[in-house]
């Protein structure tokens, strides 16, 4: 009897689609699969698994309500990626390097955002290499609108490296905190926008950025 509550399908599962490489398909399955619960009562990393896998459900079904649909109009794809190019390699290293050249609190600043620029870089690429995620052109099928600067999506380097930079020039100079924090959100936002990335790639991302500004303005005071 009881074996045959904890096997039977209850209205709490959740489907899963597991691509089988060698098939080149999709599979939709329970989760908890049959007999799936005795395993998490016996081993608590199932339930922590279990857990994964919902966030993962919701981080998927942001994105798609996020994302910029096929036939949006030309004007508003072009803003986009006019966003998140500022978020590139390019503008961040002059945005942030330029004004070294300067003198006293713009110097100052500049100095900190390529520190931080260069600390938060490192600890993404670790990250990602670490952590693997596919991106959503991969996992999801998704048609990416801009072009993908590698396969790892987690966490998002565009959006470190903006918030990074942005917060950098916010702590030396309060008056430009607001619009330099906007348009870091914007950038981060457009990755989600334009089919690379996933909400939470952004999130932990600015949050590596906040750490990395946190900890190396402890360092120079």
Not at 14 to 37: H, K
Not at 91 to 108: D, K, N, S, T
Not at 137 to 163: C, I, K, N, Q
Not at 206 to 216: C, F, R
């Amino acid at each position: 009897m009881f074996k045959n509550r904890l096997t039977r399908s209850r209205p709490g599962d959740i489907q899963v689609s597991v691509c089988l490489e060698a098939e080149d398909e999709f599979v939709t399955r329970s989760w908890p699969q049959e007999g799936g619960s005795v395993a998490v009562a016996r081993d608590p990393s199932g339930m922590t698994r279990q857990l994964l896998l919902q966030l993962g459900a919701q981080d998927r079904a942001l994105l798609l309500r996020c994302a910029l649909r096929h036939d949006a109009a030309g004007g508003l794809r072009l803003f986009w990626l006019g966003i998140t190019h500022l978020g590139g390699t390019g503008p961040l290293i002059l945005a942030a390097g330029l004004p070294w050249f300067a003198c006293c609190q713009l110097h100052e600043a500049s100095e900190l955002a390529l520190l931080a620029l260069v600390l938060s870089h490192l600890v993404v690429q670790v990250i990602k290499r670490t952590v693997s995620r596919a991106r959503p052109s991969t996992v999801d099928r998704l048609v990416r609108l801009v072009t993908e600067p590698d396969r790892f999506s987690f966490p998002s380097g565009h959006a470190t490296a903006s918030m990074s930079v942005a917060l950098a020039y916010g702590a030396a100079f309060p008056n430009w905190s607001v619009p330099l924090l906007v348009m870091a959100l914007l950038v981060g936002f457009s990755r989600v926008r334009l089919r690379v990335h996933y909400p939470s790639d952004v999130l932990v991302g600015q949050l590596i950025a906040i750490i990395t500004l946190v900890v190396l303005s402890s360092f120079m005071r």
